[in-house]
């Protein structure tokens, strides 16, 4: 009986597992409609960085000219409902960003956001949440790191923008892997992020309740 019971208990224990889904889905539940219709898919979408774009640590504060979310390869948002993943992000490609030494390569891919606040089925919305998944390497003659983590943001209806505002140095986002840099970047240290993609899909509006 003993061995049923604790066969019973771990196989339950697996069904809640599975039904939790990946760990990387951390968010709300939303219904998503892109050209006003909610039906299940995935639709594409590009964006082009809006006014200053900044990031650094609290030992130095950089910025990038722009940035922005190409049409290969392919970054999508879902459509239907219960949805987790609300944007997924396979590239950003960041122009003009300079440090002591000469200009910056940041590479960064695969991040998605996740909504964590109400939505209505009004179009005017500001659907706070996170970006997980990040990655950017960091890197020029002289200088190169790693920031890794979660990003706060959010997504406006009404302007079809996602905003990254991760700011106040909160940990979230953490430098590693730093060599070089003039010691002005260490390992550990917590890292800011603030830019505003204006979306675009050629499905139409996006919108999430």
Not at 36 to 58: L, M, N, Q, V
Not at 59 to 77: E, F, K, L, Y
């Amino acid at each position: 009986m003993r061995l049923r019971a604790l066969i019973t208990l771990l196989l339950l224990s697996l069904g809640s597992a599975l039904a939790l889904g990946p760990a990387s889905a951390t968010g709300s539940t939303y219904t998503v409609s892109v050209g006003g219709t909610s039906a299940p898919g995935t639709h594409t979408f590009t964006a082009a960085s809006s006014g200053t774009i900044s990031w650094g640590t609290p030992t130095m504060r950089m910025g990038c000219t722009s940035a922005n979310i190409p049409a290969s390869p392919t970054s999508v948002v879902g459509s239907g409902r219960g949805l987790v993943d609300l944007f997924n992000i396979s590239k950003i490609n960041w122009v003009g960003c300079t440090f002591a030494g000469g200009a910056l390569l940041l590479q960064s891919a695969g991040w998605v956001f996740h909504g964590a606040s109400a939505a209505t089925t009004g179009t005017s919305d500001v659907i706070a949440g996170h970006i997980d998944q990040v990655r950017i390497t960091v890197s020029n003659a002289i200088c190169k790191f790693t920031v890794t983590g979660q990003a706060a943001a959010n997504f406006n209806e009404a302007t079809q923008r996602l905003i990254i505002a991760e700011t106040g140095y909160s940990g979230r986002l953490k430098v590693s892997g730093a060599v070089g840099c003039l010691s002005q970047f260490t390992n550990g240290q917590a890292f800011d992020l603030s830019a505003t993609f204006p979306v675009s899909s050629a499905d139409g509006v996006i919108d999430i309740s």
